[in-house]
């Protein structure tokens, strides 16, 4: 049986993260689920949207009249997009996405307004509610972004 790809709009992201303007940083997410997935396995990917256009509040000051995305806030969009896929399984729903750690980031590519960053993320390991993820932020094929970041899922509230 082919697997049947999911994909959620900006509104039914913010139904998964708490995440709001100015700090949501995902505009579509797109999940390939394995068949009879119900947690995160190693080898899962999820792809996300971000399209990055001249109203983002950050270019007020970063800079002015050379607009570049901060590279932090391209780890977060990647973050966004792992968690928003891992809180789509069922044994997540309901939990919260932290992200715990950058293991290794290279930026090698500048992401100015007009463009649409491609954030890919594939799930490497999960342990006890703890991930690891080989995450790369792309525009027009380019590599922008690459490295592993790691997370942790909790119960919201905690």
């Excluded at 947690?39 to 109203?55: A, D, L, R």
Aim: hydrophobic share 45%; with cysteine; net charge neutral.
């Amino acid at each position: 049986m082919q697997e049947e790809k999911k994909e959620l709009n900006s509104s039914e992201i913010r139904k998964l993260l708490p995440h709001r303007y100015p700090m949501l940083l995902l505009d579509k997410l797109i999940l390939l689920p394995r068949e009879g997935a119900a947690q995160i396995e190693p080898g899962m990917k999820v792809t996300g949207i971000k399209n990055i256009t001249n109203n983002e509040p950050y270019f007020q000051g970063h800079f002015p009249d050379n607009p570049l995305m901060p590279g932090v806030l391209i780890v977060e969009a990647l973050a966004q997009c792992a968690c928003a896929g891992g809180l789509l399984l069922p044994d997540n729903k309901g939990k919260l996405g932290l992200f715990t750690g950058i293991e290794s980031m290279k930026f090698r590519r500048p992401v100015v307004p007009g463009d649409t960053l491609l954030l890919e993320a594939e799930f490497l390991a999960f342990r006890r509610d703890m991930g690891k993820v080989a995450v790369k932020a792309s525009v027009d094929g380019a590599v922008a972004a690459e490295g592993i970041i790691r997370f942790a899922l909790v119960k919201n509230g905690e």
